[in-house]
């Protein structure tokens, strides 16, 4: 059976679920100027995404990595969550919630807020809500492959989430070029002088974004909170690859629906119960009636 566009039907199936999850992709951010890592790759002069997207990659030049990232950062910093991550932001609102979901087990506890993006523009978006319910929903979104705000100690494992720009003074400059080591940004900062404490022991930080060949973060969860998910939103992303596909499907097994909103058609999508086309800054606030 094809997959329905109806939007009554929709909110029929929105306001009977008792637990909401949300997985969102690339798409998500597209509104906001965010190109994806293939696309980035066009901006850079890099052979291959995996140069600056894996372990090897890091280890061969870390100078190289860090200039990637140093860039992303400031192209996020410089973009502004748009009206789709704002409306997801929104369903963490109580009493948006208690309307358009009343069936929640608790409309107090927001929908779980997956993300494979790691801009942090889902998090900004929560600044839209009051102080209680924006607490509450930062303890509910998950960013599954890490954030380009978050940095970790290649030797002590610290990490921290920091908005400072640049991280370090060699990375200021704009000009691609080779940074030593011991220039580039270290546990415990540019001041850091000798001590071996845990957060401040000078070795070099990584960001801390899941690179290809690493496990995403939250997994556990994820799958727990799938076993009693019975509406499954899978925004910006197919959901026919990974990792929505393996959600859909566990949502799917328990009797859940699957609800997609994305630019375009993609092979499978025949499986969602509900596919809604266009960008998600269109779709999503009309859909959810918000
Ligand atoms: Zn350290």
Redesign the pocket.
């Known amino acids: 059976m094809l997959p329905s566009s109806d939007i009554e039907s929709f909110r029929g199936a929105l306001a009977s679920a008792k637990s909401i999850v949300i997985l969102a992709g690339a798409g998500l951010s597209a509104a906001s100027g965010i190109p994806t890592y293939r696309d980035a790759d066009g901006l850079w002069r890099t052979n291959s995404i995996e140069e600056v997207a894996s372990i090897e990659g890091f280890k061969n030049n870390p100078s190289r990595v860090w200039q990637f990232y140093h860039q992303r950062r400031e192209l996020c910093l410089g973009s502004q969550p748009n009206p789709a991550h704002q409306a997801l932001a929104s369903l963490a609102d109580p009493s948006v919630l208690s309307r358009i979901a009343p069936s929640l087990k608790d409309t107090s506890l927001p929908p779980l807020l997956i993300t494979q993006n790691i801009d942090d523009l889902s998090r900004r978006a929560l600044d839209i809500l009051p102080a209680s319910a924006k607490k509450a929903a930062e303890e509910r979104f998950l960013e599954m492959h890490g954030s380009l705000f978050v940095t970790r100690?290649?030797?002590?494992?610290?990490s921290q989430r920091t908005y400072t720009s640049p991280l370090c003074t060699a990375l200021g400059n704009s000009e691609e070029r080779d940074i030593p080591v011991d220039q580039l940004p270290?546990?415990?900062g540019e001041t850091w002088a000798g001590s071996?404490?845990?957060?401040?022991?000078?070795?070099l930080?990584r960001p801390a974004v899941i690179w290809f060949g690493e496990v995403p973060d939250h997994m556990g969860e994820i799958a727990r909170v799938l076993n009693w998910c019975d509406l499954l939103l899978v925004v910006g992303t197919s959901s026919r690859v990974y990792p929505a596909a393996g959600f859909a499907s566990s949502v799917k097994m328990h009797g859940g629906k699957v609800a997609v909103f994305n630019l375009e058609r993609s092979n499978g999508d025949d499986d969602a119960d509900f596919l809604f086309l266009g960008p998600c800054v269109e779709t999503l606030p009309h859909v959810l009636g918000l």
């Not at 071996?196 to 070795?203: A, K, L, S």
């Open positions: 100690c290649t030797s002590c494992q610290h270290r546990c415990g071996n404490r845990y957060g401040r022991c000078g070795g930080l």
